[in-house]
């Protein structure tokens, strides 16, 4: 018996702590790009950044959990992963170095045609230089010599990275190497990137690393100090992909899959994220930088087209529900469970929006609590694209009646199973009486008649 009672005990432990580390999501809208707005690549998000992640609104999804290569994307991973780890192990990004050997370079870089920092042998760097050099020219030797420095290899590194994207619920995002070169083991999904990067900025050092546009290097152990320049085109300003909004960007290229980009934006007090995976090298006017146009053509479109409106106001009563067992009311009034604000088009009248009340019973037994729960409300446009739900609650409590109390459990105890029963059972009993009755008496008439004869 103590066992079952432990077992049982370790299931609901286990069953909330499923629940306490489920990952946020973030609300689904999912808009089309209206005409003049092209997306050349084969998956994309667009997703406007709220004050947390459960406020964040996916806003435009293109085949968003499609797996694909990462290429350099892969950087954000390495980022993350290497913020999380420092302040695990307490380590300060500008004391901790690294090293670069001639091992790691014949081990991880020689040979793939990665982009280096240009490390020279035996050079140390603080990890904060490291990281710039990654992220800034995709350096295959300083993400090298970074993963060393943290968690004493590649291997482990890597499976650092793979054990926090479970972590943080990326179900189809799995890391094989650092650098980013394309392998079967090695795949994301625009949907999973936008977490991976939204945990980042979890981090307060993580927009200050992903926005240097230019940045000096310097080795600790001596040695001639270099200047790195983003090779991201959106963020340079003699470009003609130069986006003046952009706040980060890393670009990525699978020599299969094509070119990827994960950038954020700010401007007039609103924030987006935009991922596409699967751009070609050209469209059919020849144009190339498809992922760079993707991109600012998806950030052009959520800053012009789209605002953040109250569609909910919190005392507004969208329905009520009968009431019984009291004498103080015979409905209660239900309320949005709290004022409700999303992004949405711009020139969308809320006078369209359509408002589906959903009451989950027709009516209620007092005692009920203000704030109980008795329904919801879907927020509807075009006619089926929900943009949100949010519960409806009791606007006021309403007390229980004693008197009416009493009287309903006295109907329900008269109207019950087990009291027809009793009854029956009863009307059996004085029938069986009557009838055992009248056969003892002629009995007794009988015998009787017998002695008088």
């Given at each position: 018996?103590?066992?079952?009672k ?21 609300e689904?809208v ?8 092209t997306?050349h690549a084969?998956?994309?998000?667009l ?15 293109k085949e968003?959990d ?7 994307m892969?950087?954000?991973m390495v ?29 991880y870089?020689?040979g793939?045609g990665?982009?280096t920092a240009?490390?020279k ?10 990281l ?19 968690d ?11 054990d926090l994207?479970?972590e ?12 980013g070169?394309?392998s079967?083991?090695?795949?994301t ?14 981090y ?5 690393l ?15 100090a ?11 300003s003699s ?6 909004p ?6 990525g ?14 401007d ?8 596409v995976m699967?751009?070609?090298e ?15 053509s ?8 789209f ?21 103080s ?10 004022a ?8 969308l ?6 408002r589906?009340?959903?009451?989950y019973h027709d009516?209620v037994?007092a005692p009920?609590e203000?704030g ?24 006021e ?9 009493l ?8 109207s ?22 009248v056969?003892y ?11 008088v004869k």
């Open positions: 018996m103590q066992k079952r432990l077992c049982v005990f370790l299931m609901a432990v286990c069953l909330l702590m499923t629940l306490l580390c489920a990952p946020v999501s973030a689904t999912g808009y089309e790009p209206p005409e003049g707005v997306v084969e998956t994309a998000l997703v406007n950044l709220g004050s947390s992640m459960d406020k964040d609104v996916v806003l435009y999804a968003a499609e797996v694909r290569a990462p290429g350099a892969i950087r954000y980022l993350t992963y290497t913020l999380h780890r420092l302040e695990e192990l307490g380590m300060d990004m500008d004391t901790a170095t690294g090293a670069y050997t001639l091992e790691m370079f014949n081990g870089v020689a793939t990665v982009p240009n490390m042998y035996g050079e140390t760097w603080t990890i904060r230089d490291l710039q050099a990654s992220f800034l020219q995709n350096a295959s030797d300083a993400v090298t010599a970074l993963a060393f420095a943290v004493g290899g590649v291997s482990a590194f890597v499976q650092g990275m793979n994207a479970t943080i619920g990326c179900d189809y995002t799995h890391y094989a190497n650092v650098t070169l394309d079967l083991s090695q795949y999904t625009a949907r999973d990137m936008y977490r991976i990067i939204r945990y980042g900025m979890t307060s050092l993580f927009e200050e992903t926005s240097q546009r230019q940045f000096t290097v310097e080795p600790v152990s001596g040695g001639t270099r200047t790195l320049t983003s090779v991201n085109h959106m963020q340079q470009s003609q992909f130069y986006y003046s952009l706040v980060f960007s890393r670009t290229l699978s020599e299969h899959e094509g070119r990827t980009c994960a950038s954020v934006a700010r007039g007090g609103y924030e987006y994220m935009v991922v699967g751009c070609p050209t469209n059919e006017a020849g144009e190339s930088g498809l992922h760079y146009r993707d991109t600012r998806l950030f052009r479109w959520a800053f012009n087209q605002s953040y409106r109250t569609i909910l106001a919190k005392s507004e009563i969208l329905a009520s529900v009968k009431v019984d067992l009291s004498l009311a015979d409905h209660v009034n239900l309320v949005p469970a709290a409700y604000s999303t992004t949405v088009e711009s020139q009248d809320t006078d369209q929006i359509i589906n009340v959903i009451v009516r037994s009920v203000k109980a729960v008795l329904g919801k409300v879907e927020l509807i446009v075009n006619v089926d694209q929900k943009i949100g739900e949010v519960d409806l609650v009791a606007a409590g309403v007390t229980h009646s004693a008197l009416l109390g009287m309903d459990g006295m109907g329900d105890f008269f019950s199973g087990w009291f027809l029963a009793g009854v029956l059972l009863l009307i059996a009993l004085v029938i069986g009486y009557i009838i055992l009755n056969v008496n002629r009995r007794r008439r009988r015998e009787r008649l017998g002695r």
